[in-house]
Structure formats: structure tokens, C-alpha cells
């Protein structure tokens, strides 16, 4: 847990800052269990946008599909509400750090170039 009791003012409003640059309309939502989470303009969980996307992706393939959906489901990292309003903030802002080093540097290790780099060892 994220000790939030020493942020300053000026800390909490540099995270909401790049939060609403990326994501603009971004707030902070109370769920049903009276816990916090940062959302998008369309009130959808910013930590947790790949739950939606993987449900929007899946082909059903009939009825009976449930036990794949809910593996895909299972695939998902989720990433918990919190008990205050400034932590799911400034989670939110190194969740998109993270994000962005592993998009960024995916590619130096894609399976092809590893194979190549392998290949090249024992030349």
C-alpha cells in the first residue's frame, strides 16, 4: 500500500496533470465498494482498459464459448481499486510510465531478433 499521507499539492497535481494529457476528462470514480479508481471521459477504469478491450476483441464462437472467454478473461492483469483519492492517481501515472517503457522497448525483444542474436552466438 502507497503511503499517500506526505504527497504534496504540487506532487498530486503533476500526476493528475500528465493523467488528463493522455487521457483527457480522466477523474477519479468511488466504486461500489467504496473504493477509487481513475477513469477515462467515458467512465472507464484507466488501469483497467485491457479487461474491456479483451472483451470487445473475443469472437464468440456460440453459446458454449463461456469457458474460453472467461480463460481470455483470466489472461488480463487487473490492477485494484484503491481506499483513497490520491493513490489510484498517482498509480494511474506510473501505470502509464510502465506502459509506455514496455511499449517502447517490446520490439528489442521480439522473438525473431532473439532467434537472430541466438543464432549468431554460436556462429
Same mark, same amino acid.
Given at each position: 500500500m502507497m503511503n499517500v499521507n506526505n504527497i504534496s499539492k504540487?506532487? @498530486?497535481e503533476k500526476a493528475k496533470k500528465k493523467i488528463t494529457k493522455k487521457y483527457p476528462g480522466a477523474h477519479t470514480v468511488m466504486d461500489p465498494n467504496g473504493q477509487y479508481y481513475v477513469?477515462?471521459?467515458n467512465g472507464r477504469d484507466i488501469n483497467n482498459l485491457q479487461i474491456g478491450q479483451t472483451m470487445d476483441a473475443y469472437n464468440f464462437?456460440?453459446?458454449d464459448d463461456l469457458?474460453? @472467454?472467461n480463460a481470455a478473461?483470466?489472461?488480463v492483469t487487473t490492477i485494484p481499486h484503491l481506499n483513497t483519492?490520491?493513490?489510484p492517481l498517482l498509480k494511474t501515472e506510473v501505470e502509464i510510465?510502465?506502459?509506455h517503457v514496455v511499449n517502447r522497448n517490446s520490439n528489442k525483444f521480439s522473438d525473431d531478433k532473439v532467434m537472430k542474436k541466438?543464432?549468431?552466438d554460436f556462429e
Open positions: 504540487e506532487r @498530486f477513469a477515462t471521459a464462437d456460440g453459446e469457458y474460453g @472467454f478473461l483470466n489472461k483519492v490520491v493513490e510510465k510502465s506502459y541466438m543464432a549468431k
